[in-house]
């Protein structure tokens, strides 16, 4: 498992007081709300930022950083990934998961056999697809709905599901 949970990435700069514009990486921006502290990802390290203040704005999250107040101080953000510790992410309901966790599972069906990687999940709307790419080379898309994924062991890096009819055709 991951420290670090990415929860966005700085698009740009916003107005002249430090303040950047960032792509949230959660399925609820108002996360953001809570979050205290998050971690740059500059390339050479992750450098801890203590946010001052949140704002929305369409899709986006307009964050200031307590120590930031010019355009100046924010500008070599632009591009960056933003992340929190594990410890301060958001609690998780039953059933819920992190994608970072989800990543790199080794796939099972119902039979135990093996089925492959667990290589991405998209987000569709309705219920989240699971990628899953086999020994072949090939993925399979599986739902994340409870008819098909069976069970999901985060501490073994291991999920067991249920293939419907067709989906390895």
Known sequence: MNDILQVGAVTSTHGLVGEVKVFPTTDDVKRFKKLKHVLLDTGKELL????AQVKFFKQMVILKFKGYDKIENVMGFKGKKLFVERKDAVKLKKDEYFIADLIGMKVYTED???LGILNDVLATGANDV???RMENGKDVLIP???QCILNVDVENGTMKVHLLEGLLE
């Not at 801890?48 to 946010?51: A, G, S, T, V």
């Open 48 to 51: 801890p930022l203590e946010i």
């Open 112 to 114: 135990e056999q093996y």
């Open 130 to 132: 699971y990628e899953v």
């Open 144 to 146: 994340a709905i409870h």
